[in-house]
Nanobody, 123 residues
């Protein structure tokens, strides 16, 4: 069982930056693939970024590539999402997710989810 708690959301102006954190419980965090997803107002949940277990390979949605960076600190049981050059269209609730078998874009393959943190980007 893994419990995830996101933090770091808030209100920021367009062009600004935020860093989201996702703290995980459990002693096997390093063996989980981790993902960030978001759901904007009136939109479906979408994939943002993922990082693998082991070597920490990363993968990004085209909409955030070059602006967002996912990373993990296995000693701290935490995954991060650094968001730069934020745009109003990045406004959403951001969720982190964990999977023992997947680290890609398929949300239904992640077994554990956090409660989400709101990111609002003003123009």
């Amino acid at each position: 069982q893994v419990q995830l708690v996101e933090s770091g959301g808030g209100l920021v102006q367009a062009g600004g930056s935020l860093r989201l954190s996702c703290a995980a419980s459990g002693r096997t965090f390093s063996s989980y693939g981790m993902g960030w997803f978001r759901q904007g107002p009136g939109k479906e949940r979408e994939f943002v970024a993922a990082i693998s277990w082991g070597s920490g390979r990363t993968y990004y949605a085209d909409s955030v590539k070059g602006r967002f960076t996912i990373s993990r600190d296995n000693a701290e049981n935490t995954v991060y999402l650094r968001m730069n050059s934020l745009k109003p269209e990045d406004t959403a609730v951001y969720y982190c997710a964990a999977s023992a078998t997947h680290w890609g874009t398929y949300s239904d393959r992640y077994a554990y989810w956090g409660q989400g943190t709101q990111v609002t980007v003003s123009s």
